[in-house]
C-alpha cells in the first residue's frame, strides 16, 4: 500500500495525500538533474576559489568566540546560526560534521572548519531544524547534541518528529506553516519556504520545509531556511514582521536554470531584504559546502558588487566571517 500523509489537510495547498508540494510552480523538468550532473562534470565544477582553499579560510573563517553574556547572534557557517536570547541558547540548522551526506565517506565534504564544537556549548536550550536535507538535519552533530544536552526542546516542520523521537529525543514539538510554539521567553513559528525535502530514495516530500520566525527580547528575526525566491514570501513580512534581523541564502545558486526555484541568489536575496525594509541581514548558505556550480568565494563577491550597484547600505547586508557574532543591541 502506498505511504499515506498522516497530516494531510486538503483545505491546505501545500499539503498532498501522499505528502507535501510548494504553491509554486515546479521549474524543474525531467532529465534536468543528470543534465547539470553532465555539464558540470564536463566543464570540471565547482572552481576552487580564486587564491585557494586555504587562502579562503584565512580571509573568511574565525572561531566562535562565545565570551560574554550579552544577547547575540553568531553565524557558524552555511545555514547554521547561534542565538543567545535572555541567556539561552538556540541552534538553527546545525551541520557540524565532515560531510553533508548519509555516508561518512562520500558527498559534498566541509571545505572549511567548523567554528565551534556542540561540546563547547555552555547550555543549550533548543534546536530549530528547517527540512530533512543533510546540510541541515546532519545525524552525527544531533547525536553529539543528544549525549551532551538531553533535555534540549527540537523544534521541527511537520512530519519530522518521528525521526528525531526515534533517535531519543525527549522534547520535539513540529510544526505547520505558520504555527507557532512559545518556549519561555521566546515565541517561535514555522513559516513558508520554496524548497523541498528527502533523505532516502523513498521519503522524497514526506516531511514539510519550512524558515523560522523567532520572537525574542527586542529581536524579531526571520531565517528564510533553504529557499528559492517567491512573491508568496512577502507574506511574511506582511503578518509577522517589521523584522530588524534576517538570514537570507546567498549561495548554492549556479546554475540558475536548475536552482532558482530551490535556492536564492545575491539578487533575488538583495530584492527580499529591501522588501523587508532593509534590516541587518546575515548572507547564509554558502562558505561551508560546494552544492552548486559556483565556487566558495563567488557569493560574498557578487553580493558585495550587486549592494553597491544598489546602492544599498552594505553594513545592512554583507558577508560575515564564519563564526563571526553580532550583540542583538547592534541591530536596531
Known sequence: ?????????????HHTPEGFRNPEQDLRQPGDLQRWRKERKAQGLPFPPAQGYDAFIR???QPADLSGEEDAVWWLGHACLLLRTSGKYTLIDPALASRASPLQFYGPQRKTPAALKVEDLPALDRVLISHSHYDHLDWPTIKLILRHFPDVHFVVPLGLAPWFK???????????WWESVTDREM?????????????????????????????????????????????????????????????????????????RGQHM??????????????????????GVFELADESLDEPPRVLSKKMQAAKLDEHR???WKIGARMPLKNIN
Open 1 to 13: 500500500m502506498a505511504w499515506q500523509n498522516p497530516w494531510y489537510d486538503p483545505q491546505k495547498a
Open 59 to 61: 580571509q573568511w573563517w
Open 166 to 176: 526515534k533517535r531519543g529525543a525527549k522534547k520535539v514539538t513540529q510544526l505547520d
Open 187 to 259: 515565541q517561535i513559528f514555522a513559516v513558508p519556504a520554496r524548497h523541498w525535502s528527502m533523505r532516502t530514495p523513498w521519503d522524497r516530500n514526506r516531511s514539510l520545509w519550512c524558515g523560522w520566525v523567532v520572537k525574542s527580547q527586542g529581536v524579531n528575526f526571520w531565517f528564510s531556511g533553504d529557499s528559492g525566491y517567491s512573491e508568496r514570501l512577502l507574506a511574511i513580512p506582511r503578518r509577522l514582521g517589521p523584522f530588524n534581523l534576517a538570514a537570507l541564502p546567498t549561495g548554492a545558486y549556479a546554475p540558475q536554470w536548475f536552482m
Open 265 to 286: 541568489d545575491p539578487d533575488e536575496a538583495i530584492s527580499l531584504h529591501q522588501a523587508l525594509g532593509q534590516p541587518v541581514t546575515i548572507p547564509i548558505h554558502w
Open 317 to 319: 547586508f554583507s558577508a
